[in-house]
């Protein structure tokens, strides 16, 4: 059960907006409540364009990165693109370095391997990547902004280092050749900046820029087109806010994926089962990305790379089969530590704390984030998962909850730690074992300042109730405009009052709820996602639910997706 609140809004601009926008009032309440009230930002929101998108040589450290891969491509240079094994770094690494070869550039990537060398520009990670390329340039993506021992040892090498990256930067940046990254921009306020591989997009929208405005472009130069479909998969799956160009770039990255016309990403959506034509944000989310990171995770994130490299046909398929085989792996290895997990935190807890932090040898230290992102859904509070090896070095993954920062948190029990980073809401750390003990203290404590007397039962937040009327397909029309769904842009919760079902709610694939509801003499069918368990009660229901298009059955109709539902209410 969940704790229902109805967004409000004054309904004089939800008005204004439908008649300015010739949308439904429905619609135009959920642009209003989402503070989109102007005509002309709800058309771009609605209809964005790649037109829209801001100046490249606007990031700080975009013009000296763009002189370095001038004059690297000029001087024949070796390049590295250096990124990271999850899917932003993933993509992020695949379009720069698909990018460099197309203009003729001596370029090779490399991912650093997550459980020997951990995440991103380490100094273990380096000194192999030179071992191995000789490189003259290093690119990074997705990573590489607090790298300052990296960065210092690659310059004592000779090698010019171009840092892209979009994660917070601490007191110390890396003292690289060109460093880009939005967080060192100045201004205030809200701001939304893209995942790493958007920050890569930028850079190679940059080079193309500056050899446009020197005269040096070439017939044969990259469409930046093709590359969207590497820009949404990354977007999409590194979780950061959908608005702004986050919102364009997804969007029309999207489009892209549908045409499936990179072989690699075709092989994955097969194995995925995945119609590339009807592909949607849950599915790059949930199909797409878990396989890409799987390799990363488990094994050699270079066969996902590979994979959005490749070809030939015959040998995508291969790639895309071992990314397939390597998630089944991961999910066994999740819940088995995710059953261990919740059987320690439910031995010791007295139900006052306001985080968790689970710690164990043997665990793989590839699965804990997805471990701790369980471990919030299932608690209500920030969590922490330390897979501790051999030597006694724990690495920890923390997943956190709206209104607590923490990385703040991290960096204010920093004493206690190895190293961290990360975002508000998602970081990693090291720590010795013999300090997990004073780190969980010291985390509690600062979470009891911030979190105190917050509500832990999960918030539904309802855009607007809805009559029978109102759910035609114009609405759906407007749904569709709105899409991509995702962080910073969920796709929108109705409420309708007094609904009956027909007949009764049924169990389909042992974990989901489907029935018949009834309102207004329409009839809908609903589907409530892992909502097999719950008790469907008698007589009049309300519902707070999704809109989505379906096509079961061979036909085309307006579907309900459950989020929760409960005996109808006088209020």
Known sequence: MKRWVTLTCPEEAVAQLAGACAIPKAAARVLTVRGIVDPEEARRFLAPRLRELADPFALPGMDAAVEVVRKGLRDGKRFVVFGDYDVDGVTATALLTEFLRRLGAHVAPFLPDRVEEGYGLGRTALDRCCQILDPEIIISVDCGTNSVEAVEAARARGIVMVITDHHEPAARVAPADALINPHLAPGGGERVFPAGVGIAFKLAHGVLKDRRRRGEAAENDPDLREYMDLVALGTLCDMVPLRGENRIMSRFGLNVLRSAARPGLRALMDVSGCSPGSLDGYAVVFRLGPRINAAGRLGDAQRALDLLLEEDELRARDLAAELDQAN???????????????????????????????????????????????????????????????????????????????????????????????????????????????????????????????????????????SADDIDWDLMKVIEAMRPFGVGNRAPNWGMRGVRVAGRPRVVGREHLTMDILAGGYSWRAIGFRMADREVPDGELDIVFSLSESHYGGGRSIEFVLKDIRAASLD
């Open 328 to 466: 089944r792996q991961r999910q066994s290895v999740e819940l088995k530590i995710y059953r261990e997990a919740r059987a320690a935190l439910d031995a010791e807890m007295t139900g006052e704390e306001e985080v968790v932090v689970a710690a164990s040898k043997g665990w793989h230290p590839g699965v804990i984030g997805i471990v701790a992102s369980r471990l919030v859904a299932h608690y209500g509070r920030p969590a922490v998962v330390i897979a501790l090896d051999e030597e006694g070095i724990g690495r920890g993954s923390a997943r956190s909850v709206e209104g607590f920062d923490i990385v703040a948190a991290l960096e204010a029990c920093g004493r206690l730690l190895i190293k961290y980073g990360g975002h508000e809401m998602a970081a990693g750390l090291e720590i010795a074992a013999d300090e997990i003990d004073g780190f969980r203290n010291c985390l509690e404590g600062i979470a009891r300042d911030v979190l105190a007397g917050r509500e832990r039962m999960p918030l539904l937040e309802v855009d607007a109730w809805l």
